[in-house]
């Protein structure tokens, strides 16, 4: 890596130092190769070059304990020498190359070459032009203008292509610059702690300086590479920079290396900031990765575009995530492994997102269509026109008439070119664009942070929400409410008197030595509000005990500073404890220790009477004590936390890494009931998610009784109800077969009704997501949702459909592997987020309903017209105008309804429910009926009804018609009311309920209004309209106003009735895996297992059956007991369950007939087969199977 210096951002950066030379001990060169040393020979090259990381702290004019002064110009210097801790984001796509983007669009392309040749032939004039005998059709009066303006057809369709094309950059440009917005809105919201002048200060990412003195904890994601300088039990997972998953342990004299990008997995400690930005190892591989993604972008563009998708601006944000949030995934293409880069990309969400993957398919269904329909449109065109021309009339095709002919011809194409617009919904992935962009936008004042956009509508289908307890449900404002200390059980704190002064000073300084130095309690910021918890808020409730007993914890902090902690075991979630070791001053050691009350009660042997002294502790005390007072507390949602402490000798030293035996024998201070009161508004956010079909599931780390506690308070069960509330160990022993194995079936027995899984690691939290993702035991795959905030959650928050990270309490690591951050850790976000989800589908659904109708009536009136008449009786202009520009405005202004609450009392919809339901196929039907019958009406009898000329058959380029603008006006009015209609997609019968809270709505409508009358009455050759009388307009309002009543007569049919009616836009299962998920997860072997191996399993199966068999016969032979070969039978047939579903589902049972030819049929269910019969009839010449019998019982 040391290579990239020559690149010139290096040098450049040289030179400036080269300058400063003597300023700092070390150059950003000697400190960027120290960086790239790993382990011992870090350690070694330090000792040789600099002595000792005090040494590099003083060379770099820090203190280890009071950190930099922190004056502007210091930092200013530093920044200058070592650079900034930011990574420059890649440069944004300019407007140009956006518009260039739009223009390959196929249809366009279509449209822009008809236009040319279009243009091009009017220009060309022929010498038969004036040749009498060339074309029939010329016969109308046509004057020499308007032989001129041949050329307007050519130029309004380019006009109108290129004011597509700027929409649809413009569109992209905004959503581009409102995710580079978006993007750096996390970034300042990543802060990082700092010690400056001996302050602990929390700063942004972005202002560390090389020089810091970090404070670095569990669960962050660090910022900067650094050395270790002081800390305890440290582990670092550096996956994203080595791909090795290894957790790796730090320590100062061992791997003293922190680098950028890693995640801290345990422990706390501080370091030494020694390259930030580009200079950081993250920064480095970025810089590297600058040449690769062009090339990399250059490939996926084609892939993107055609989603209509946000990916790219979404790869976008990876990249320039910078040092908030580095994806430090690309690395293996770095090296060569390209593929496993693109792999990557996918990998984070598996499946297109439900709406996408029905959109797609809808898409290229009515694609299709509307190429069939253009190409006969084209063929009978030139078919009418040959046979009229040359067969009917027998006109000789002359030479000189020949450009006359293709001028035909180009018109007939565009015509059909014109059908194939219309019939193409381009205004689709406009719609979903928008109405994901608006949505996000909104969510934001919702403190929903969407990070991948297709997670908002994904929410709108959510069946399952699996929900963290502390923090989400409840406020996480801890308070200790009742202890046990002294052998009394106080309901309230209790007064500091009644405690013994032993005893009082044992708990002061387990609580205050035996927590992060970080937490704290301070003062609060405004009169009479509750003291400011800093830290973790288990921590801050006990501190607030301490306070409470008149008591305070700084003295004692101060007294044995962080330097002078001996041991510290962190509090992780396997221990579920946390200890820390310090040396008396009598040389001796004292260990504290707290966590959950069941796990350290197990642990303690001893317990400080009411006098101060020590008594023995046995199991039968213990279990009196959980009856009498751990129960009683978590029965009141109390989370139990028990505080111990043990001496130990000076000498001999324990052996600190044996853990079992340190932290054991420890005598009990006293048990402390903290409450965590539920918010307020869970439990009705609850009751909403319950009514609308979304099942809550309460995943906790506590105590099983807590969590039952609080989950009957927040109303996700109710007392009488059938549902499971199940401990971690429970869960694990019920899912497991006997080898220790998960089995999905097992998995489904529980799921449905568990409610609250208590006392559960994080990868309880991940299999139980996995199994309800997983499962087949509904008709419609779960869509599950997940909250989490600390760095274990990590797995779970990926697997799950939509990862929900508390922006407040979580953890980088958890936020990196979120879709979406609630920025006020509430559970009612999340219900927002669902309200938003579901408004994204039926804002899609709206679109559609009303695009649809557009385009049957457009491409039935096109085609018929010109079959009928050799001329579409709307023109392609117009086409265009209603088709692109028309249904650009719909998308915005029905993409952008606001959600409401009736969208809760609706069940998900689910991912094979089609896009367009029946009620949507009757009324686009019900419309298309209406809208044709008034067109035709006008197209044949029109010129009758107005007494004006006839529109039809007339010449080449013949000047606009009343006639044919008169239908082209009633078609727009006709569409106008119909986007009124369309706001309602469940038969509603009021469509203007709620009109006026839509702003953007009424604009649109009004505008489009404007915009025609503008176009009819000035638009002139272009679009082909010839002005209108009042009265005309009057009938063309008239007949549009017609729309809303029809749509009230549709209204009154029930859909119920219409069996007949397809729906359209269905994922059925099998789409729903696409191959890539199959070859992807080989972590996930039961799940590819199933889909790629069935036939080797039925094979194994087979041979298995056939060698149990032979088993069973060789026994029998042998006149020994068949019991072994029974158990064996038995062990295989769970072994082909486990693999597989059975394929088919009897239950095998030997039945003892060593000599009965036949076995009569015990039930009449049964059949007998003889035992060949299941399997191969093929066995070796010296088995004689006499008259063995299988039992087959088809299974009820």
Not at 42 to 52: C, L, Q, S
Not at 304 to 320: H, R, Y
Not at 465 to 482: A, E, F, P, Y
Not at 985 to 1014: K, M, S, W, Y
Request: proline share 5%; with cysteine; net charge neutral.
């Amino acid at each position: 890596m040391g290579d990239m210096t020559n690149s010139d951002f290096y040098s450049k950066n040289q030179r400036n130092e080269s300058s400063h030379g003597g300023e700092f001990g070390c150059t950003m060169e000697e400190l960027r190769s120290l960086m790239e040393l790993r382990g011992t020979e870090a350690v070694v090259k330090i000792k040789e070059t600099y002595g000792d990381t005090e040494a590099i702290c003083r060379r770099l004019k820090t203190s280890p304990v009071e950190g930099l002064p922190g004056t502007a110009p210091d930092l200013e210097k530093r920044k200058q020498i070592f650079g900034q801790n930011f990574i420059p984001p890649k440069k944004p796509k300019t407007f140009l190359q956006l518009v260039w983007e739009a223009l390959q669009d196929v249809t366009l392309i279509i449209l822009e070459i008809a236009a040319i040749i279009s243009l091009g032939l009017s220009f060309y004039h022929p010498p038969g032009e004036s040749n009498e005998g060339c074309a029939t059709a010329q016969g109308g009066a046509e004057d020499e203008g308007e032989a001129e303006a041949g050329w307007i057809e050519g130029a309004a369709i380019l006009l109108s292509v290129i004011c597509v094309v700027l929409v649809t950059a413009f569109n992209d440009w905004s959503k581009e610059k409102q995710f580079r917005g978006l993007q750096s809105r996390i970034e300042q919201e990543q802060k990082f702690t700092v010690v400056r002048a001996g302050q602990v200060v929390q700063i942004p990412v972005a202002e560390i300086v090389v020089g810091d003195i970090a404070q670095v904890k569990y669960g962050d994601l660090l910022p900067a590479d650094g050395l270790f300088i002081q800390g305890n039990d440290l582990k670092i997972d550096e996956s994203s920079l080595t791909g090795e998953s290894d957790q790796v342990r730090k320590s100062v004299d061992k791997d003293p290396m922190l680098l950028s990008g890693t995640h801290v997995m345990e422990g706390s400690g501080r370091m030494l900031v020694t390259a930030v930005g580009v200079n950081s190892q993250t920064g480095i591989i970025f810089t590297l990765l600058g040449a690769g993604g062009e090339e990399e972008e250059k490939k996926d563009k084609k892939g993107k575009m055609q989603d209509g998708n946000v990916d790219t601006s979404q790869s976008k944000a990876k990249q320039q995530d910078g040092a908030a949030a580095m994806e430090m995934q690309p690395l293996k293409s770095a090296e060569g492994g390209d593929a496993d880069d693109k792999k990557k990309a996918n990998m984070h969400k598996k499946e297109k997102s439900v709406l996408q993957g029905k959109l797609t398919k809808l898409a290229v269904q009515i694609g299709k269509a509307g190429l069939v329909m253009s190409a006969v449109t084209v063929i009978i065109l030139v078919l009418y026109f040959t046979v009229d021309t040359f067969v009917v009339n027998k006109k000789p095709w002359l030479p000189e008439c020949t450009p006359v002919y293709v001028q035909y011809f180009v018109k007939f194409f565009i015509i059909g070119v014109t059908v194939l617009v219309v019939a193409v919904p381009e205004g689709l992935p406009l719609a979903v664009t928008i109405s994901l962009a608006y949505s996000v936008k909104k969510m934001m004042k919702d403190n929903n942070l969407v990070r991948h956009l297709d997670a908002c509508e994904t929410m709108g289908n959510a069946t399952a929400i699996c929900s963290d307890k502390t923090g989400t449900l409840t406020t996480n404002r801890m308070t200790v409410v009742q202890a046990y200390v002294g052998d009394v059980h106080y309901k309230e704190i209790p007064d500091p008197s009644s405690i013994n002064d032993k005893t009082m000073e044992l708990l002061v300084n387990a609580i205050a030595i035996n927590s992060a130095y970080t937490t704290k309690i301070l003062p609060p910021e405004k009169e009479g509000a509750l003291p400011r918890q800093v830290g973790n808020k288990t921590e801050c409730g006990l501190l607030g005990l301490v306070l409470d007993l008149k008591q305070d914890y700084e003295p004692v902090r101060s007294q044995v500073p962080e330097e002078k902690l001996y041991k510290v075991y962190t509090f992780n979630s396997v221990r579920k404890s946390m200890s820390t070791v310090i040396r008396l001053p009598d040389e001796s050691f004292r260990m504290y220790s707290k966590g959950a009350s069941e796990i350290v009660l197990k642990k303690c042997c001893k317990i400080l009477s009411g006098a101060g002294e020590p008594r023995v502790f046995r199991p039968r005390d213990r279990d009196e004590m959980v009856k009498k007072v751990i129960e009683p507390m978590a029965c009141d949602g109390l989370r139990t936390i028990c505080v111990a402490y043990r001496d130990f000798p000076s000498s001999p030293e324990p052996d600190w890494d044996n853990e079992n035996d340190i932290l054991n024998d420890l005598t009990c201070i006293c048990v402390v009931g903290i409450e965590d009161p539920v918010r307020p508004e869970v439990p009705e956010a609850i009751r909403k998610c319950q009514r609308a079909g979304i099942t809550v599931r309460m995943v906790t780390g506590d105590n099983i009784n807590t969590a039952r506690a609080i989950a009957i308070k927040c109303g996700i069960i109710h007392p009488g109800e059938d549902f499971l509330c199940l401990e971690g160990k429970e869960f694990n022993r019920r899912i497991r077969n006997e080898k220790g194995e998960i089995e999905q079936e097992r998995i489904d027995k529980i799921w449905p009704k568990l409610r609250v899984l208590a006392r559960s690691s994080p990868t309880d939290k991940h299999t139980l997501v996995k199994g309800i993702i997983d499962s087949t035991h509904t008709e419609q795959r779960q869509v599950v949702a997940v909250t989490g905030d600390g760095t274990n959650d990590g797995p779970a928050l990926k697997k799950a459909d939509v990862g929900f990270a508390m922006g407040i309490a979580g953890t980088d690591v958890a936020k990196e592997a979120s879709d979406i951050i609630l920025t006020d850790d509430n559970f009612s976000s999340i219900v927002k987020a669902v309200m938003w989800g579901r408004n994204v589908y039926d804002s899609i659904s709206k679109f559609l309903q009303f695009q649809l109708t557009v385009n049957v009536v457009a491409v039935i009136v096109a085609f018929t017209g010109a079959c009928i008449t050799q001329d579409s009786p709307l023109k392609a202009v117009q086409m265009l105008w209603v088709n692109l520009i028309m249904d650009t405005f719909a998308s915005l202004a029905l993409a952008t309804e606001p959600p409401t609450e009736t969208l809760l009392l609706r069940k998900p919809y689910g991912r094979n429910k089609p896009l367009i339901s029946r009620t949507m196929m009757k009324n686009i039907l019900g419309h298309a009926v209406y809208q044709l019958t008034l067109i035709f009406t006008l197209l044949f009898v029109g010129e009758k009804m107005f007494q004006i000329d006839s529109g039809r058959n007339a010449p080449l380029h013949s000047p606009p018609s009343e006639h044919y603008t008169i239908i082209f006006n009633t078609f727009v009015m006709m569409q106008l009311f119909n986007e009124i209609n369309a706001r309602k997609i469940h038969g509603e019968r009021n469509v203007f309920d709620g009109i006026f809270r839509n702003p953007i709505f009424c604009t649109i409508v009004l505008g489009t209004f404007a915009i025609q009358i503008v176009i009819v009455q000035f638009g002139g050759k272009p679009f082909s309209c010839s002005p209108l009388q009042l009265d005309q307009w009057m009938w063309c309002i008239f007949i549009g106003l017609g729309e809303l009543v029809w749509g009230q007569v549709i209204a009154t049919i029930p859909t119920s009735r219409l069996k007949f009616l397809k729906e359209a836009g269905r994922l059925t299962q099998k789409e729903e895996i696409p191959e890539e998920e199959l070859n992807e997860d080989v972590e996930e072997i039961d799940h590819a297992e199933r889909e790629l191996r069935r036939g080797q399993i039925l094979w194994f199966r087979g041979l298995n059956r056939i060698q149990t068999q032979i088993e069973v016969v060789n026994t029998f032979k042998s006149g020994a007991s068949f019991q072994g070969a029974l158990r064996r039978q038995s062990s295989v047939t769970s072994q082909s369950q486990d693999v597989a579903n059975l394929s088919s589902p009897s239950r095998v049972s030997l039945s003892n007939a060593l000599s009965s030819p036949t076995i009569p049929a015990t039930s009449p269910g049964d059949s007998c087969v003889p035992l060949w019969g299941l399997t191969a009839r093929r066995l070796a010449p010296g088995c004689k199977l006499g008259s063995l019998f299988i039992l087959v019982q088809p299974l009820s």
